[in-house]
């Protein structure tokens, strides 16, 4: 059974930064892709980064081009994103997913498995 945790999240104030960590257990993630996705109050979940488990491709969505870094360590089965330069727009719960292929998908009906869910808030 695949599991994802997040952790990392928290208050921080405008220009500051956090790193998320999400790991996971269950299987053998070489040959998926892992992305991050965030949903404020109100709102549509929205895809942020995805990264390819097997070559380290990334993929981010243009609102955080620049500011934020998702990287995977294989040995430890985890997948982090560094954010950077944090705006008050940033604010969401934050969230880990795992689809079925190797494709960086940026919907989040493509992924199969999620997380709980860590919180970021972004003080202005």
């Known amino acids: 059974q695949v599991q994802l945790v997040e952790s990392g999240g928290g208050l921080v104030q405008a220009g500051g930064s956090l790193r998320l960590s999400c790991a996971a257990s269950?299987?053998?993630?070489?040959?998926?892709?892992m992305g991050w996705f965030r949903q404020a109050p109100g709102k549509e979940r929205e895809f942020v980064a995805a990264?390819?488990?097997?070559?380290?491709?990334?993929h981010y969505a243009e609102s955080v081009k620049d500011r934020f870094t998702i990287s995977r360590e294989i040995v430890k089965n985890t997948v982090y994103l560094q954010m950077d330069s944090l705006k008050p727009e940033d604010t969401a719960v934050y969230y880990c997913a795992v689809t079925g292929t190797m494709n960086l998908r940026v919907v989040p009906t493509d992924y199969d498995y999620w997380g709980q869910g860590t919180q970021v808030t972004v003080s202005s």
């Open positions: 990264i390819n488990y097997n070559s380290g491709l990334t």
């Open positions: 269950g299987r053998t993630f070489r040959s998926y892709a």
